[in-house]
């Protein structure tokens, strides 16, 4: 069987308005190389200064991550020669690392340490531009033991690192913000290899599951770095891997030592916000949900926003169930994410009132989501103006019935015979008469009266 150790090194560029070491915003959507100046383009004699917001998100993270908080801390230089890093080298946290030993999910956490974004490379045929917009912005680096076992238990744990970070408003969903994974794998104590800049969840999944077939069937694996190709989902050569020593690390005498202390630390402690795993744990106890629902409602902190907000005026069992499988099965039929539609509160609570009052019926409500996941409308306007409100007199009803048991005989002699999924045919015959408006459950106990 094969052995498998994986260890990461998560990138993760900070919620701030301003690079790392200059005033220069970190909004992409400019014209490429205007948001820069002498500092994030290394010109000569310009100096960086330290942006103290990038500090406290990266404490921040720390702490929610059970780490060791470094009350003693530097920059470094890491050198290399790369047409991304203006100054030829990167500045970023070697020795001394802002937070060290920490734990998500079982997972050792190593160290968390601040530094800068190089620029971007775009490659356009046999031409290479450089947009040194990038260039500067704040990132922490979030690197793990080699704890991971298989590709999954890294895109569970990325999962659960970006609802931590989305709690702590430090990453953004809808945001540009980004997170890129370097990941090293090796198999059977090998020679390890890294897989550069992955980004998405389910890329680094498919990446390590590629890089891990890759290693069984070659017999001589050489240590390197190599990058992936999400279109053909195959890794390729980069270049042999650099040991720590090629870096050849300084201290950076531009910048000076973060220095902290227990009171500052402590503060920041203290206001941490709710965390997922705590939110779900106090929505069981306030609404009466069940702890699976309560796990997945949580994981995302819009969803959870949406579910307390809805759950204070309707049924939270209802807003769980419709929350937690409706609303995802709409979302995923459609291949979107919740951040990506614009699903608004009120319409959201306007559906599930009528829902609830049993003014439409679950079928009708299930369509009305799926049109309000493509733009916003008022669901209670809508059921009136398209005369979607549940049919429920008991004499229309017998008469559909009827008109069904009659277009339906070998159904309805099945069912006689001992055949339930016959008398759901018979239920939707009936269903598709009225377009879902009718209540299913008064639908099939008059068929079967009229049947016997």
Not at 236 to 248: A, F, I, M, Q
Not at 398 to 412: F, T
């Amino acid at each position: 069987m094969t052995e498998v150790k994986i260890g990461c090194e998560f990138h993760i560029q900070l919620n701030t308005k301003t690079k790392i070491f200059c005033s220069c915003s970190v909004s992409s959507s400019e014209e490429p190389n205007t948001n820069t100046c002498p500092t994030c383009l290394g010109l000569p004699g310009s100096k960086p200064t330290f942006n103290k917001e990038a500090l406290n998100q990266a404490l921040r993270v720390a702490l929610a991550l059970n780490c060791k908080i470094n009350k003693k801390s530097y920059f470094s230089r890491k050198s290399y020669f790369y047409p991304d890093l203006p100054k030829n080298y990167q500045i970023t946290q070697y020795e001394t690392p802002v937070a060290i030993e920490g734990k998500l999910e079982g997972i050792r956490i190593k160290r968390i340490h601040l530094e800068e974004d190089p620029g971007k490379l775009m490659h356009q045929g046999a031409v290479t531009l450089v947009d040194y917009n990038r260039s500067g912005i704040p990132l922490i680096e979030v690197v793990t033991e080699p704890d991971f076992k298989t590709p999954n238990e890294v895109r569970l744990f990325l999962r659960k690192l970006t609802t931590v970070l989305e709690y702590l408003k430090v990453y953004s969903r809808k945001s540009e913000l980004s997170i890129r994974t370097d990941a090293n794998v090796s198999i059977n104590n090998g020679e390890r290899v890294e897989i550069k800049n992955i980004t998405g969840i389910k890329p680094v999944e498919d990446a390590l599951e590629y890089e891990i077939k890759r290693q069984e069937k070659e017999k001589n694996i050489v240590r390197e770095t190599r990058g992936y190709d999400a279109d053909k989902n195959i890794t390729y050569t980069l270049r042999s891997k650099e040991s720590e020593e090629d870096y050849g690390y300084i201290y950076d005498p531009d910048l000076p030592e973060i220095l902290l202390n227990d009171k500052e630390i402590n503060e920041i402690k203290n206001n941490l916000p709710e965390l997922a795993s705590e939110r779900a744990i106090r929505i069981m106890k306030e609404y009466k949900i069940n702890k699976e629902d309560a796990e997945v409602l949580t994981q995302e902190l819009k969803l959870a926003e949406l579910f307390e907000a809805i759950a204070k005026e309707i049924s939270p069992l209802l807003a769980a169930k419709w929350l937690r499988r409706d609303l995802a099965r709409v979302l995923n039929y459609n291949k979107k994410e919740l951040h990506e539609v614009e699903l608004e509160e009120k319409h959201l609570k306007e559906l599930l009132k009528l829902v609830e009052e049993k003014k439409i019926t679950d079928q009708v409500a299930g369509k009305i989501l799926e049109k309000l996941i493509e733009k916003p409308f008022s669901p209670k306007e809508y059921v009136e103006k398209e005369s979607l409100g549940k049919i429920s007199s008991s004499e229309d009803l017998r008469k559909l019935c009827l008109e069904a048991i009659g277009e339906n005989p070998k159904a309805v002699e099945d069912y006689k015979n001992g055949s339930d999924k016959a008398l759901d045919f018979v239920v939707g015959s009936v269903m598709k008469k009225t377009k879902g408006k009718a209540d299913a459950v008064l639908v099939k106990e008059i068929i079967k009266k009229e049947i016997k």
